[in-house]
C-alpha cells in the first residue's frame, strides 16, 4: 500500500515569510498527526485530527501557525510568519483509530535564514 | 507524560545481537510500551509494542520485567540496516483529561545505534 506523502520535501525561507506543507495520509485513516523535530530531538505532537476535527492541538503555536484537514483526508499545516526558530522538519503521520501504530511521512526539512 | 530513560548511544557489530535497554520506573498501569526507529533522513516506523508479556515480531522481540519498570528491545542479528534511532515511549489508550486525545506519542531522545560492518 502506499505510505504517507509530504511535500515539499525541502523549503528554505527567510524569516517573517510564510510557508505551507502538505500531507497526504494512508487511504482509510482516520487519524492524522503532524510534528515538529528540531535536529537532535525526537518529533514533538503539534496537532492531532481525527477526520476533519482536531483533538489535540495542545502544543501547536497559534499565533503563527495553523492546520486543517478538508474533508477528513489531505491536511495542511501553515506557518505565518516563520521564525527562525521553525526551522526544523515536519513530520505527518497517519493511523487507523486513535491508538494505533502511527506510520510516518518522509517529511519536510524546513530552514528559514 | 510518563517518561522513559535510554542511553543516548549503543554500539553493535553486524549479525551479533542488539540489547536496547528502557527504564520507565513511573510507568501506569494502563501504559503500554512501545518501540519506534527512525533510520537516516526517515520518520520514525513502528518496531513493536508490549503491555505485560514478552512479544516478538518479524523486526525484534520486546522482553518486559516483571514489575514493568524496564524493558528492553532484542535486535536478534544487527544489520548494517538497523542503525538509526531507538526510541521507547510509553502510550496510554485512555482519553487525557478532557476526553478527545487518545494515546499520544511522546518521543525522548532515544538511543543512536551505530553498527560496525
Known amino acids: 500500500e502506499a505510505g504517507v506523502a509530504q511535500s515539499p520535501r525541502y523549503k528554505i525561507i527567510e524569516k517573517r515569510q510564510s510557508v505551507a506543507f502538505w500531507c497526504n495520509p494512508i487511504?482509510?485513516?482516520?487519524?492524522l498527526y503532524w510534528y515538529q523535530q528540531i535536529l537532535g530531538q525526537g518529533p514533538k505532537l503539534l496537532i492531532q485530527?481525527?477526520?476533519?476535527?482536531?483533538?489535540?492541538d495542545s502544543q501547536l503555536p497559534k499565533d503563527r501557525f495553523s492546520a486543517e484537514r478538508l474533508k477528513g483526508v489531505d491536511s495542511t499545516l501553515k506557518i505565518q510568519p516563520a521564525k527562525l526558530e521553525d526551522s526544523a522538519v515536519y513530520l505527518c503521520?497517519?493511523?487507523?483509530?486513535?491508538?494505533?501504530?502511527?506510520?510516518f511521512g518522509p517529511g519536510t526539512r524546513l530552514t528559514v535564514t | 507524560d510518563a517518561k522513559t530513560t535510554q542511553p543516548n548511544s549503543m554500539e553493535s557489530n553486524e549479525e551479533e545481537p542488539v540489547h536496547l535497554p528502557c527504564n520507565h520506573s513511573?510507568?501506569?498501569?494502563?501504559?503500554?510500551i512501545h518501540w519506534y526507529r527512525q533510520l537516516p533522513s526517515q520518520g520514525p516506523e513502528y518496531v513493536i509494542h508490549g503491555l505485560t508479556s514478552n512479544v516478538n515480531n518479524r523486526m525484534a522481540s520486546l522482553a518486559i520485567a516483571e514489575d514493568r519498570k524496564s524493558s528492553t528491545l532484542i535486535l536478534h542479528r544487527a544489520t548494517l540496516r538497523d542503525a538509526a534511532v531507538y526510541y521507547c515511549?510509553?502510550?496510554?489508550?485512555?482519553?487525557?483529561?478532557?476526553?478527545?486525545?487518545?494515546?499520544?506519542?511522546?518521543f525522548g531522545q532515544g538511543t543512536i545505534l551505530t553498527v560496525h560492518p
Open positions: 513511573t510507568i501506569s498501569g494502563t501504559d503500554y
Open positions: 485530527f481525527q477526520n476533519n476535527g482536531v483533538v489535540d
Open positions: 487511504s482509510g485513516h482516520a487519524t
Open positions: 515511549i510509553l502510550r496510554d489508550p485512555l482519553p487525557n483529561a478532557g476526553g478527545t486525545s487518545y494515546g499520544k506519542l511522546t
Open positions: 503521520a497517519s493511523s487507523l483509530g486513535r491508538v494505533g501504530e502511527q506510520y
